[in-house]
């Protein structure tokens, strides 16, 4: 499966964003999705997970409440609604698949170029 994430920008603190990942081929619903970001200098690191059908989904503590993960199967795409965002958030965020329920990145198969999320102070 080939992903493409966009949707990123610039925003100011307590701003929100919505981002969007397309998935290409038709076996998108076989597959866990997955959010993860990357800041500078950081390790790349998870964000956010949804279950194949949709009906369960899993988040990092540091994003519950504001960041929410949603997948729409007939579109071929899952999303990363953002809400309340922090100067904190700011990193490239990626989107993968895994074909099982699981929150490491080394565990997620295919991967979309990341789309950068700046949030001002």
């Known amino acids: 499966v080939q992903l493409q ?13 919505r981002l969007s990942c397309a998935a290409s081929g038709r076996t998108f619903s076989r597959y866990v999705m997955g959010w993860f ?11 956010a ?5 949709g009906g369960s989904t899993y988040s990092a503590d ?3 409440g504001r960041l929410t993960i949603s997948r729409d199967n007939a579109k071929n795409t899952v999303y990363l609604q953002m809400n309340s965002l922090k100067p904190e958030d700011t990193a ?29 102070s």
């Open 37 to 47: 970001r990357q800041a500078p200098g950081k390790e790349r690191e998870f964000v």
């Open 92 to 120: 490239v965020y990626y989107c993968a698949a895994s074909p099982n329920w699981d929150f490491h990145k080394t565990n997620y198969d295919y991967w979309g170029k990341g789309t950068l999320v700046t949030v001002s």
């Open 62 to 64: 540091s994003v519950k």
């Open 5 to 17: 994430a966009s949707g990123g920008g610039l925003v100011q603190a307590g701003g929100s964003l």
């Open 49 to 53: 997970a949804i279950s194949r059908n």
